[in-house]
């Protein structure tokens, strides 16, 4: 690799992959363009039967530890075809709705076809209808519009559309110039994007961790199963998922959050000490936080019966499943934390 310049490398990545859609279910472009990335790194890849991707790197020991990070998203299906030409969705996921008021979108169909549209509320506009700035944002209050000319279901029946199509909502993403990282779903490209980076550093810089690594890219997390089956051989397992931003909790933008506890109950005890060591002798910023409605990879592993140390990590993002923001010394806490992890084995 010519010239690797760490922050350009993920960020550039995380661009890229934010533009690729990618709900719960619809995974298969994302998957291939980071398949395609970490071949031309060098490193050898699987998948499983649901489309998880699994990556491997060799290491100096017969120890083997595992990365996970999803890049599924929330998003939105077609539940049927309104008389008018207008879509009823259902959700994917747990988007908070209000905000998908407003937002364009891509229909996809089954047989390829891409259409755009709007997500509205049913109480439109401001001049026909006295709820319009104050009616429930909800999906059964709320449409999508087709930038099509259709008045009728027929009218949408002729173009492909139909019940089942997946919808993507527009990330809107931005790198400001003072390092801050907008857009809807850095949970959790932003996370695919660190362990990237550590791949593309270990390649750069001809590094060889001290154990056996595998990555697994999963595509169902955001609907709760996307790592439930994991590689026999894994006996450490790193989530690497977003940090929460918010009320009672210490992480901010800036830090690489360590979550002791979540819904699905505390995470390994001697696990979390290590990185929580390690954050302390790499000087990173880090917090430790406890998150009460949160589940991750590693709870799908543990839920599903293996037999693991785990563990979860993250740079801190701010509005979670809103209109997302994180910055730059957030991911590279995040990165600098998992080069330590691995490099120790």
């Given at each position: 690799?010519?010239?690797?310049?760490?922050?350009?490398?993920?960020?550039?990545?995380?661009?890229?992959?934010?533009?690729?859609?990618?709900?719960?279910?619809?995974?298969?472009?994302?998957?291939?363009?980071i398949k395609k990335e970490v071949e031309q790194l060098g490193y050898g890849t699987s998948m499983?039967?649901?489309?998880?991707?699994?990556?491997?790197?060799?290491?100096?020991?017969?120890?083997?530890?595992?990365?996970?990070?999803?890049?599924?998203?929330?998003?939105?299906?077609?539940?049927?075809?309104?008389?008018?030409?207008?879509?009823a969705f259902t959700t994917i996921g747990g988007p908070i709705m209000p905000t998908y008021d407003?937002?364009?979108?891509?229909?996809?169909?089954?047989?390829?076809?891409?259409?755009?549209?709007?997500?509205?509320?049913?109480?439109?506009?401001?001049?026909?209808?006295?709820?319009?700035?104050?009616?429930?944002?909800?999906?059964?209050?709320?449409?999508?519009?087709?930038?099509?000319?259709?008045?009728?279901?027929?009218?949408?029946?002729?173009?492909?559309?139909?019940?089942?199509?997946?919808?993507?909502?527009?990330?809107?993403?931005?790198?400001?110039?003072?390092?801050?990282?907008?857009?809807?779903?850095?949970?959790?490209?932003?996370?695919?994007?660190?362990?990237?980076?550590?791949?593309?550093?270990?390649?750069?810089?001809?590094?060889?961790?001290?154990?056996?690594?595998?990555?697994?890219?999963?595509?169902?997390?955001?609907?709760?199963?996307?790592?439930?089956?994991?590689?026999?051989?894994?006996?450490?397992?790193?989530?690497?998922?977003?940090?929460?931003?918010?009320?009672?909790?210490?992480?901010?933008?800036?830090?690489?959050?360590?979550?002791?506890?979540?819904?699905?109950?505390?995470?390994?005890?001697?696990?979390?000490?290590?990185?929580?060591?390690?954050?302390?002798?790499?000087?990173?910023?880090?917090?430790?936080?406890?998150?009460?409605?949160?589940?991750?990879?590693?709870?799908?592993?543990?839920?599903?019966?293996?037999?693991?140390?785990?563990?979860?990590?993250?740079?801190?993002?701010?509005?979670?499943?809103?209109?997302?923001?994180?910055?730059?010394?957030?991911?590279?806490?995040?990165?600098?934390?998992?080069?330590?992890?691995?490099?120790?084995?």
């Amino acid at each position: 690799m010519k010239n690797f310049n760490m922050k350009d490398y993920v960020l550039n990545f995380a661009q890229e992959l934010l533009a690729i859609d990618s709900p719960s279910g619809y995974c298969m472009e994302a998957i291939q363009f980071i398949k395609k990335e970490v071949e031309q790194l060098g490193y050898g890849t699987s998948m499983n039967a649901k489309g998880n991707l699994i990556i491997d790197v060799p290491g100096k020991s017969d120890k083997t530890i595992g990365l996970c990070a999803h890049v599924d998203t929330l998003g939105l299906m077609v539940r049927s075809i309104k008389d008018d030409g207008t879509l009823a969705f259902t959700t994917i996921g747990g988007p908070i709705m209000p905000t998908y008021d407003g937002e364009y979108c891509r229909i996809r169909t089954r047989d390829g076809k891409v259409y755009t549209g709007t997500i509205l509320s049913n109480e439109t506009a401001a001049h026909v209808h006295k709820e319009a700035g104050t009616a429930k944002r909800c999906a059964e209050n709320m449409h999508v519009r087709i930038d099509e000319r259709v008045k009728s279901k027929d009218d949408v029946l002729k173009l492909g559309i139909q019940n089942g199509d997946f919808i993507a909502v527009d990330t809107k993403t931005q790198i400001t110039d003072r390092d801050f990282i907008k857009s809807r779903f850095l949970d959790d490209k932003i996370s695919v994007a660190c362990i990237m980076g550590v791949l593309a550093h270990f390649k750069d810089n001809q590094i060889t961790p001290g154990c056996n690594i595998k990555v697994i890219v999963s595509t169902y997390e955001e609907v709760g199963h996307g790592s439930s089956q994991i590689p026999a051989e894994i006996e450490e397992l790193i989530a690497v998922d977003m940090g929460c931003i918010g009320d009672d909790l210490a992480c901010t933008e800036y830090d690489v959050s360590i979550c002791a506890k979540d819904s699905s109950g505390p995470y390994d005890y001697e696990l979390t000490s290590k990185l929580i060591e390690l954050a302390k002798s790499e000087k990173l910023n880090y917090v430790v936080d406890i998150y009460p409605m949160y589940g991750s990879d590693v709870s799908a592993a543990l839920s599903a019966g293996s037999d693991i140390r785990g563990a979860l990590i993250g740079p801190g993002v701010a509005a979670s499943h809103g209109m997302e923001r994180t910055h730059w010394d957030g991911v590279e806490n995040t990165i600098k934390l998992l080069l330590a992890y691995l490099q120790e084995g």
